[in-house]
């Protein structure tokens, strides 16, 4: 037996055991959304949950200085990042930023293989914002929130995730970029929508893991269904990391339903620069 199928079926008979541990929501993110159910919670009381974490307490003010946020005072602490975010805003940005906590292997090769998919999934969900953005410019898909396509963006490959995770566990035999890109390529999209249905996600961002490289081809007509599994397809599309495969939507065909224009927005300068800004900001 290959080291490939042995990784494969090693997976594969975990999921039919039910045996296959999912990565828990990591704990600041959990307690930000225990505090966030709670009507009584204020900014004061959030803050305190996340300046314990220094990380995450910079990304965010960070990405409140970025363009996505834009405002004409700079915000130099945790308060005032957190002012400017919004309380309605803070636990889906919270746990957008807090995901890549769970990417954290000892092995090198299989470092370099979870970087590999951040690196994707802050592409996408850069860009998942700048769609949003677009399509809210043309009057289409007010009722879909950018922060919310960019939390869909950075979990769109969070089926990744457990296999990494036993890929490191047992890196003796299975720390090699072949076999885990095979068993990634067969399992990550419902692995995805196990760990998002397992963290208690909303129904609308669940599917989100499985639709991000094939689009919904059957049941998307026109601009006025759009949902977020378009949204992070058109972005995986439009940065390069929505590998092909069979059925899948291309470009072409979210112009003809007119959702994207014909003319290629994306490459516009101003279009451009906005993506860049937000694709820095989520470093």
Known sequence: MTATNALYLLIEDRIQRDQLKLPGLPETAERIRQATSNPDTNLHDLAAIIQHDTALSARLIRLANSAYLSGRARAESLMQALTRIGLRRIRTLVVAMAVEQIFNPKND???????????????????????????????????????????????????????????????????????????ITHFDRSLGVSVLEHWRFAPNLIKVPYFYNRGRFEDLNDPLVVNYCDIVHIASLLTGHSRPIDGAMTLAEYQQREIIPVNDFWDDESTQNRYQALRTSLS
Do not use: W
Not at 130 to 151: A, K
Not at 159 to 182: C, R, T, W
């Open 109 to 183: 090769i299989v470092k370099q293989y979870a970087q590999k998919f951040l690196t994707e999934s802050r592409d996408i969900a850069a860009a998942s914002v700048i769609v949003t953005q677009h399509l809210h410019e043309r009057g289409y898909c007010n009722r879909l929130h950018q922060d919310v396509s960019l939390l869909a963006g950075m979990v769109c490959r969070i089926g990744v995730a457990p296999i990494l995770k036993i890929a490191d566990e047992f890196d003796d035999s299975f720390a090699n970029p072949s076999f885990m890109s095979q068993t």
